[in-house]
């Protein structure tokens, strides 16, 4: 009796010419030397089939010619059907075949792998990207309204009776001033300013646009491409030691003076 599986792994990829190479070992590890086709698409509509996996990483990979698409397949005349898809919607796998155990064997070293060094965070999408943005607008609308209305309604009535009762000008003066004073201190400017650009951040996609390139995935890792993903992690790297770290070390520090002068 056959048996067969398929699977669209969650998550995104990072593919790099140490993970192909472990990849091709596991295929060949269960079905034999010289069993492997490789079917690759660039972005210049240009596609080719080869058996060589130096063809594939010794691709340029940048740009219009970049690596879209790789399919890893095996030989017609062997008894599975296998078929492992790289691509910018993820990692799939389909496998067929007679044996049984040929078939869950090589599926459990391969799903193995690719949970333990392949898969990574998946891209963020439009739909979650909007969902993110909406979170972000309600929550600042609420904090505007805690710093508004709530703190209106939580004034004790019994100071606002007595300053109205009162004949003295001065102490009603004064109250007023407190009061504006009061609300210019803390009105969160910087959230009413979070409610007004966020639909812009929405209709560009800047928000999925930033997770992703702060957690690239579905990435095809060979030449090229492989020193950009380099290049981009440094600067991430630097920015994240060089501001937000910086940022966090300044408030604790500013913490500390005022808990100690005080």
């Known amino acids: 009796m056959g048996a067969y599986v398929e699977e669209k792994f969650k998550g995104g990829f990072l593919l790099d010419e140490g993970k192909l190479r472990k990849i091709v070992d596991l295929?060949?590890?269960?079905?034999?030397?010289e069993s492997i086709v490789f079917?690759?698409?660039?972005?210049?509509?240009?596609?080719?089939?080869?058996?060589?996996?130096?063809?594939?990483?010794n691709e340029d990979n940048d740009d219009w010619r970049a690596i879209t698409k790789l399919q890893i397949s095996l030989a017609e005349e062997l008894p599975l059907?296998?078929?492992?898809?790289?691509?910018?919607?993820g990692l799939s796998i389909f496998i067929t075949g007679e044996n049984r155990d040929s078939v869950f064997l090589?599926?459990?070293?391969?799903?193995?792998?690719?949970?333990?060094?392949?898969?990574?965070k998946p891209p963020m999408s439009e739909k979650t990207g909007g969902l993110f943005g909406m979170v972000l607008i309600f929550l600042a609308m609420a904090l505007v309204f805690y710093f508004t209305v709530a703190d209106i309604v939580n004034k004790d009535p019994s100071v606002v009776d007595a300053v109205l009762e009162s004949n003295n000008l001065q102490e009603k003066i004064n109250y007023l001033i407190s009061d504006r004073e009061e609300r210019n201190g803390e009105f969160p400017y910087l959230w009413f300013l979070v409610i007004m650009f966020a639909p812009i951040l929405l209709m560009t996609g800047t928000v999925q646009g930033t997770w992703n390139f702060i957690f690239p995935s579905n990435q095809f890792l060979f030449g090229d491409r492989?020193?950009?993903?380099?290049?981009?992690?440094?600067l991430i790297s630097k920015i994240f030691w060089g501001v937000v770290v910086a940022l966090i070390v300044s408030v604790i520090a500013s913490v500390i003076v005022w808990r100690a002068t005080t």
């Open 106 to 120: 090589i599926y459990s070293d391969l799903r193995e792998y690719f949970n333990n060094d392949v898969l990574k």
């Open 27 to 33: 295929i060949e590890h269960r079905n034999g030397d």
């Open 226 to 234: 492989k020193k950009k993903y380099e290049a981009r992690m440094a």
């Open 39 to 57: 079917k690759v698409f660039r972005g210049d509509s240009y596609s080719y089939e080869t058996q060589s996996l130096d063809d594939v990483v």
């Open 81 to 89: 059907d296998f078929h492992l898809t790289f691509s910018d919607e």
